[in-house]
């Protein structure tokens, strides 16, 4: 479990030099220091209330009780975490899940990149990450949680990360608005293979990690990642070829984490041939989703196309695909059982999930913009390193 926490600890770094390759050359500082100071002050958050306000015990089934775990008091190498069958110590569980808190609110960030200011960012990342990201953790992953109770599933962050950070990063950029330099093309194509390197490499603790204990589950949930990755980045390459008549190195990376983002919910429930189809699909929507966004918002990474719109059909297909053979206390999709009722069941769930997230961004900006301006002035925009840092990424 520490070397999972690992893992999903190197995605973050993944993410900034994956969305630094994919910004203009004067906006790579900005981007990746979005992705790194994550990394130390969600952290905190995470220390002080958002482990408890996620998997304390629950108030109403939405958040859990600020009080329990509140700077991880009452809290000793001894304590043990008892919501996996094995039990394992609740500092390990604690480091675990505050690597997704840390790399969620970074996957927003490339909406808006190049044009919001960094200390509207700080408090961004903390009201979203506490009105948010935690009673979703709390609701879909804590035992009494509204949704967990109910029936729905999300084996490694389907809705929890992936939708609620794509329809959270939809919301600000028709909050924030268009670049002033919206057709800026990636500086640095090595940089993005690399960080989709990283991100490939440390989703295996992501996905696999989400067992909490080495099990068959833990091997498959391992396997169907890779599968659906290698099946979706093929499949984006297929179709950007017929479309744009070449073969693109960042359109293979980006359909892998497509193919990633949409296999993480389903992950732990679905066979392996299950898996590859669900890649398939994931190119398929993706790439549709991502061409149509373009053409009306400036969602500068395609953060909604890929992550959102992953999270969302990942979700749903687990109540397709979920076979109690490769999960005996997973349920049963509609090809094992005949049933609709835990499709219904994820499709409600992404819907309630992508609409709180929404709201509560635009909300959160809203309020923000009111104290201090969101957005960077135009005029600096395409000076943004320099401007709000004074650091630049290459010496010219």
């Not at 979703?136 to 949704?147: E, I, R, T, Y």
């Not at 929507?285 to 373009?294: E, N, P």
Request: hydrophobic share 55%; proline share 4%; net charge neutral.
């Amino acid at each position: 479990m520490l070397l999972c926490t690992s893992l999903v600890m190197l995605m973050t770094p993944g993410l900034a030099f994956f969305y630094g390759g994919l910004v203009s050359k004067k906006s790579v500082v900005t981007i990746m220091f979005q992705s790194f100071v994550s990394m130390g002050w969600v952290a905190i958050l995470w220390f002080i209330v958002g482990y408890s306000l996620s998997f304390g015990p629950t108030l109403n089934g939405i958040v859990g009780d600020p009080r329990a775990y509140f700077f991880l008091n009452n809290v000793g190498p001894n304590t043990m975490y008892t919501g996996n069958e094995g039990g394992i110590p609740l500092l390990v569980h604690f480091g675990y899940q505050m690597m997704f808190a840390v790399i969620t609110p970074a996957l927003i960030t490339g909406a808006f990149a190049n044009r919001v200011k960094f200390i509207p960012y700080l408090i961004f990342l903390t009201l979203w990450i506490l009105l948010v990201y935690c009673p979703f953790v709390h609701m879909v992953w804590s035992p009494n949680g509204l949704l967990a109770k109910w029936g729905v599933v999300d084996f490694a962050g389907g809705i929890v990360v992936h939708a609620t950070a794509g329809l959270a990063a939809l919301a600000s950029a028709i909050f924030v608005g268009k670049r002033m330099a919206s057709s800026d093309k990636s500086h640095n194509i090595p940089y993005i293979a690399l960080g989709a390197g990283l991100l490939w490499f440390g989703w295996y603790g992501f996905n696999a990690g989400s067992e909490l204990q080495v099990n068959t589950i833990t091997v498959s949930a391992f396997i169907t990642t890779d599968i659906a990755a290698a099946f979706a980045a093929v499949t984006w390459m297929f179709i950007e070829t017929f479309h744009t008549g070449k073969p693109k190195l960042v359109g293979l990376v980006t359909g892998a984490v497509a193919g990633l983002a949409t296999i993480t919910p389903a992950s732990g429930y679905v066979s392996i041939q299950s898996a590859a189809l669900i890649g398939i699909i994931a190119s398929l929507v993706c790439y549709v989703a991502v061409f149509l966004v373009r053409k009306h918002l400036d969602d500068a990474l395609d953060v909604f196309g890929v992550h959102g719109v992953g999270g969302i059909i990942g979700s749903i297909l687990v109540g397709v695909f979920a076979a109690t053979l490769w999960n005996h206390s997973g349920p049963s999709g509609l090809l094992e059982s005949g049933s609709f009722a835990q499709v219904g069941k994820q499709f409600t769930a992404v819907i309630f999930a992508g609409v709180w997230s929404f709201i509560f961004t635009l909300f959160i900006l809203w309020i923000i913009d009111k104290v201090t301006p969101v957005r960077l002035a135009s005029a600096d925009e395409s000076e943004i390193d320099s401007v709000v840092f004074g650091e630049n990424a290459y010496n010219e």
